[in-house]
């Protein structure tokens, strides 16, 4: 009879309705039942449903800017709760408000609130990046390949900015960035980002994506916008998964009929680089996730604790002989992360979160051929006879870390100090390669150095809100101080240096002779794949600011918000800027409001800009060429007339409209973004006058002024069809266009500064549009989730421009007929099936991108990256499926 008992109280089912004072419903209010990790959150129009284990228990209500609610549910099947306004400890402001009072649904700027968890365990994506190219309608990431660190850190941009201009927080605070500077071959190239794939998707609650520029309230790089990332802060149990998918080979294509065996990895055959050889898929990936989370004490004190482990093979898609390993890279990561917070007094309490992360990845460089009189010189007879493709390997380190105490004074202000530190070290390691000067003396694996950037900030924040003036006003202001580090350091000898016919490292050509291969070549030296940093490229530099904002939100009437932000900076290494925000919010009618911004910004040039320098082997038009990236700081630089980097800066101006009633919602978000001196990477320059070791040289300088317009659309209805089953039905698209209005050449060829090649990468950061339609449905303990994710048309120029460079508009309108490569408009199609098999056991099936479709190809051998295309729309590693087993306990 007590099991009996026991089954009748698990299925208990409690539905309602959660809304505020005004008796509007709230969107995303977490339910759960006290004790367990039983819980859900309140849809579109404030419902919930949960079953619960105690039909006598309690529901716990929580919500960000609304005083924490606990309800007894006395066998009840309906309760409905009224949250009423107020501030907890521990809660995180909703990015692109200081106000604790304000949530996304009715903040004057576009903010889309993104449950990462549930959409790891139905889409199978396990990475932040490819949940966001999916979920979020203006951000973009592709995995890259052939494009040296790239390949390592997907580089990842909103509204087709770079990615370097798009703020990264962890519950409110500075993430630091990676200090890889994307140089080869790839969109945003010549900027730094965040490495968002260097954070656990388990361990997340919420991302907050913010749609708006955002540099008087955050400071540097919020340009584009802002993403905060939200942790986890559950302390009921364990909670994790075990996930396992892989991608098809199958290409879908007529290339083995064009172009016979000179192609390689067509539909998983003449994979020569694979030691498996033939087979249908590959890129097998697999993920173990496990979440902790347990009160500290009576008073609300909590630990959260996260481990996550990821392994992938390497994925091979068509190629020719000089890019037999074209694919995405292996990954082997373990990360760890902590969010917790203790009660220090009744008003006070210390907070800490923070993680480490370890990936090691491995991805193929191109192929070099068979040595010999007329052969290929970079390749050592003795070694490597038939030719070789080098490995480049990297291990990356992310370590952060932030301590902070909030405090709520007698009179309403609001404090919070916080100390945040931050680092990422990203080292080389070259494998399957030679030194071509060293013969057969050559190692075939090098540590060809790296480089490392560190950050530390310091923060105080002040907030108050007046309930009594006007209709409510929010005032904040704050202080923040940061220096940052960056380092390059050298890898061994023989990663970098050319020797002479003693085997000894060239210094002084006048008087080492040098080696001489056995068909009478002179080959080049330095790791092949990846030339090492040497001593003379090494960097130790560091830099400090101090910023002071003001911030103030204002409803002047219930319907009427209007909000004003202020922050002046001042950098040690290039000066100080000022900025400032104007927003605003009128409720129209019942459920239809209209916004709009407008707002100064600025991106600090980051220190790897700066100081990034490195000597490397660029192959063109079938040679090698002595290649000197000259750092912004170095007399070559200034030979050519670069100017010490100064500052991006941005003006940007949003309008929109926001709907919401009966379970529909919609917003509809225009914009206009100015970036004037945008820091890019130039084309390569003849060095071979300047006796600095080189044939040619390239810079970053504040090279281009672009516009960017857009709009985005984002719609949702959600409602119950029957009692036990609701659909979800959603559309999320961004159009947008990026133009370059002008190109600050100086008196330098604008062709050879930046030319067409350049260009459409940067104005094809973004496609120039992405709808993504999204259908969901439960119904007794099933789900299923449909995507459907549609891009448009993307234009490229292909490597013919780097071979055969345009020096006028003559040269450049012939090329245009011949090396424009043009990607027509596709789409994805994802279908995942969920079910639970007990309270504790759910199990996930299903495949992204089912159709196996790829970017529509113009092959010719020609594309940047060496493959059968370009890495733009879904990417080119083809269908995945998976499959994922979720536990709770």
């Known amino acids: 009879m007590s099991m009996l008992c026991w089954t009748i109280n698990a299925q208990h089912a409690v539905k309602g309705t959660v809304t505020d004072a005004n008796n509007e419903p709230l969107i995303g209010v977490n339910v759960s039942e006290k004790g367990t990790k039983n819980g859900t959150i309140t849809d579109i129009d404030g419902s919930y449903k949960l079953s619960v284990s105690d039909a006598n228990g309690m529901l716990m209500f929580s919500y960000i800017g609304f005083d924490a609610q606990e309800i007894a549910i006395n066998g009840n099947s309906t309760l409905n709760a009224t949250l009423m306004q107020g501030v907890q400890l521990g809660e995180v402001q909703v990015v692109g408000s200081r106000s604790y009072n304000r949530s996304a649904t009715d903040s004057p700027v576009a903010v889309d609130v993104i449950d990462v968890a549930d959409l790891a365990t139905k889409s199978g994506r396990v990475e932040i990046n490819q949940i966001l190219q999916y979920a979020a309608p203006s ?21 087709g900015l770079g990615p370097d201009q798009t703020l990264v927080l962890i519950n409110g605070k500075r993430r630091h960035q990676s200090s890889l500077v994307n140089v080869f071959g790839t969109r945003g190239r010549g900027n730094s980002g965040t490495d968002l794939n260097a954070i656990p998707t388990a361990a997340i609650k919420r991302i907050e994506v913010l749609r708006d520029g955002a540099s008087a309230q955050y400071g540097s790089d919020a340009i584009a916008g802002v993403i905060n990332i939200v942790l986890k802060d559950k302390t009921d149990g364990v909670t994790g998964g075990v996930s396992y998918g892989a991608y098809s080979t199958g290409v879908g294509a007529t290339y083995e009929e064009d172009y016979g065996d000179d192609l390689f990895n067509v539909d998983g055959t003449n994979r020569v680089l694979d030691p498996d050889g033939d087979k249908s898929f590959d890129g097998n990936t697999a993920r173990v996730d496990l979440n902790y989370g347990v009160g ?28 037999k390993g074209y694919g995405s890279a292996a990954i082997d990561q373990f990360q760890f992360m902590v969010n917790g917070a203790i ?121 108050k809100y007046y309930e009594g ?162 750092s912004n700081t170095s007399t070559v630089a200034k030979q050519f007339g670069i100017e010490s980097l100064k500052e991006e800066i941005a003006n940007n101006l949003a309008a ?43 810079f970053f300088t504040n090279g281009v002024d ?109 090329l245009f007929e011949v090396a424009t490569d043009t990607y027509e408009a596709a789409g994805t199609l994802d279908l995942s099936v969920g079910y639970n098999l007990s309270d504790r056991l759910s199990i996930t099936l299903g495949a992204n991108n089912l159709l196996n479709t790829y970017p529509t190809p113009q092959f010719d051998g020609w594309t940047d990256q060496g493959g059968f295309n370009d890495s733009v729309q879904m990417g080119s590693d083809g269908m995945f499926l998976f499959g994922r087993l979720g536990f709770n306990f």
């Open 706 to 814: 672009t516009k960017t317009t857009g709009v985005d659309v984002v719609l949702g209805y959600a409602f119950n069809i029957m009692d036990d089953s609701k659909l979800n039905v959603g559309l999320a698209a961004n159009f947008n266009n990026t133009e370059i209005e002008n190109i600050n050449s100086g008196d330098l060829n604008e062709f050879t500064f930046f030319g067409p090649f350049s260009q459409a990468y940067l104005e094809a950061a973004a496609p120039d549009y992405k709808i993504g339609v999204n259908v969901g449905f439960d119904v007794a303990g099933f789900n299923v989730l449909l995507n459907y994710t549609h891009f448009s048309e993307v234009i490229l120029q292909d490597f013919q421009w780097v071979d055969t460079p345009a020096e006028n508009q003559a040269d450049a309108d012939a």
């Open 343 to 463: 009660p220090l007094a009744e008003n006070t309490e210390l907070y800490m979160f923070g993680g480490i992360g370890d990936r090691d990845t491995d991805a193929f460089a191109f192929s070099r051929s068979a040595p010999g009189a007329d052969g290929d010189d970079r390749a050592v007879a003795s070694l490597y006879p038939d030719g070789f493709t080098p490995r480049i390997t990297s291990v990356i380190k992310d370590n952060s870390a932030t301590v902070g105490v909030r405090h709520d004074m007698d009179n309403g202000w609001k404090a919070d100090f916080s100390h945040t530190y931050g680092s990422n070290n990203f080292h080389y390691f070259i494998k399957g390669s030679n030194n071509a000067s060293l013969g057969s003396a050559s190692p075939t694996d090098f540590d060809a150095g790296g480089h490392s950037l560190a950050m530390n900030v310091t923060g105080l924040d002040f907030s």
């Open 656 to 698: 929109g409209l926001t709907y919401k009633k009966n379970g529909f919602t919609a917003t509809v978000d225009a914009y206009q973004i100015t970036v004037d001196d945008r820091i890019v990477l130039t084309d390569v320059f003849d060095a071979t006058a300047l006796n600095v070791g080189a044939d040619a040289a390239q």
């Open 139 to 159: 951000f973009n990431a592709t995995k890259q390949s052939g494009s040296d660190g790239a390949d390592h850190i997907d580089p990842a941009s909103l509204r």
């Open 296 to 323: 500290l004490g009576k008073k609300g004190g909590y630990v959260n604790f996260t481990a996550e482990y990821l392994t992938k093979d390497r994925t091979l898609r068509p190629g020719f002989s000089w890019r």
């Open 469 to 630: 003036i006007l209709s409510g006003l929010n005032v904040a202001f704050g202080t923040e101080y940061r220096s940052e580090n960056f380092q390059i350091f050298a890898g061994q000898e023989a990663s970098y240096a050319t020797y002479d016919v003693n085997g000894v490292a060239i210094t002084n050509p006048a008087t080492q002779d040098p080696f001489v291969n056995e068909f009478g070549q002179q080959p080049s030296g330095g790791s092949q794949g990846f030339p090492g940093y040497s001593p003379s490229n090494e960097v130790d530099r560091n830099r400090s600011n101090i910023g002071f904002y003001g911030d103030v939100e204002a409803n002047i009437t219930d319907a009427f918000l209007l909000g004003a932000a202020v922050r002046y900076e001042n950098y040690s290494d290039f000066g100080n800027t000022f900025n400032y925000k104007l927003a605003a919010r009128y409720k129209i009618i019942d459920g239809l409001s209209a916004r709009a911004s407008y707002s100064t910004g600025f991106r600090a040039p980051s220190l790897a800009q700066i100081h990034y320098n490195l000597l490397f082997n660029n192959i063109v038009a079938g040679r090698s060429e002595r290649t000197l990236l000259a």
